[in-house]
């Protein structure tokens, strides 16, 4: 079982910027990918970014060139840094992790961190 702890959510104005972090904790697991997915009200959850373990990233088409995506390894955590933030980015942020489970993989979620930026 993992579990993951986000922080760093909050409001802020239209051009600015916000870093979210996830910790990913547990006993015996080994991480394939973390990333961020979002979901505003009344839309489908969708894909922000990820990152795989050996450090290859994807973004969505609206976030590229504002938003990085970063993990560290030896603290089992990634960041994701907005930058040139839009009203549109406002949405409840969700971490996700894969771990490896035999031939498999395993998927968790985050409780949500809440972004919102106003105009």
């Known amino acids: 079982q993992v579990q993951l702890v986000e922080s760093g959510g909050g409001l802020v104005q239209a051009g600015g910027s916000l870093r979210l972090s996830c910790t990913a904790s547990?006993?015996?697991?080994?991480?394939?990918?973390m990333g961020w997915y979002r979901q505003a009200p009344g839309n489908e959850r969708e894909l922000v970014g990820t990152i795989t373990s050996g450090g290859s990233t994807k973004y969505a088409d609206s976030v590229k060139g504002r938003f990085t995506i970063t993990f560290d390894n030896a603290k089992n955590t990634v960041y994701l840094q907005m930058d040139s933030l839009k009203p549109e980015d406002t949405a409840l942020y969700y971490c996700n992790s894969q771990t490896y489970w035999g031939a498999g993989l395993r998927f968790y979620w985050g409780q949500g961190t809440q972004v919102t930026v106003s105009s």
């Open positions: 547990g006993s015996s697991f080994r991480l394939a990918s």
